[in-house]
Structures are given as C-alpha cells and as structure tokens.
C-alpha cells in the first residue's frame, strides 16, 4: 500500500462549521488530513461538535488508507436533515490514528471558515 499519499498535521487556525447558518463545529484543534489528489479534510475533536444535532446514519464506506467510515445526518433546529454531511473513522490504521473519532464534514455541503475567513 502506498502510504505515502496520506499527510496528517496537527492544525493551528481556529475552525468554524456551520449548516443553515447554525453553528455544528468550533475549534482550535483541527487535524489536517491531506490525501494525494484529493481536498484536504479537517477532523474536528467530537466535544467542539454539536453531537446534540448529530444523528447517526446507515451510510457506510471503506477507505483502503483509513478504514470504515460511519456517518453523521445533521439535524437543524428547524427538523431540516442534511443527509451524510459528515463522517468518522472510529478505528483507522495506527498511520491515520490521529484521526480516530473525529469527525469531518463535507465542506461542498457546508459552511466553513478559517481565522475568520469564509472558505469557499
């Protein structure tokens, strides 16, 4: 296995996610996954997420690199569900254990900024 198409880095910058304009993420703790050819993800730590709206989905996949992924439905104050907008590797390979438990959101499907700044 190539294992050198995976990057992960302990992030610095302050991390906001939001749905609908409801904040679902805040941290200064992000994990920075980068991945040949692929966006780089932010793994966000579970206690700086809004789990509260989080419910769990049916959707599974396998990574090759990271293992079995479950997602996240978000569900908004409105009872609006936003499908498999995010996801978790609850036991990656020791490579991706940095990775282990946090959750990543699909930035094409959220809002996200970075030190402030909308990303787009």
Same mark, same amino acid.
């Given at each position: 296995m190539d294992w050198d198409r995976i990057f992960i880095e302990a992030g610095t910058h302050h991390v906001r996610v939001e749905v609908e304009g409801v904040e679902i993420a805040n941290t200064r703790r992000p994990v920075l996954l980068s991945e040949r050819g692929l966006r780089v993800r932010t793994y966000i730590?579970?206690? #700086?997420?809004?789990? #509260? =709206?989080?419910?769990?989905? %049916? =959707? %599974? %996949?396998r990574c090759p690199y990271k293992g079995l992924a479950n997602y996240y439905s978000v569900r908004l104050p409105t009872g609006q569900l936003i499908k498999d907008v995010v996801w978790y590797y609850d036991d990656p390979p020791l490579k991706c254990a940095a990775i282990a438990g946090r959750l990543a959101f699909?930035?094409?499907?959220? #809002?996200?900024w970075v030190n402030g700044e909308k990303r787009t």
């Open positions: 730590p579970r206690e #700086d997420c809004r789990m #509260d =709206l989080m419910e769990p989905s %049916t =959707l %599974t %996949t699909y930035d094409e499907k959220v #809002d996200v």
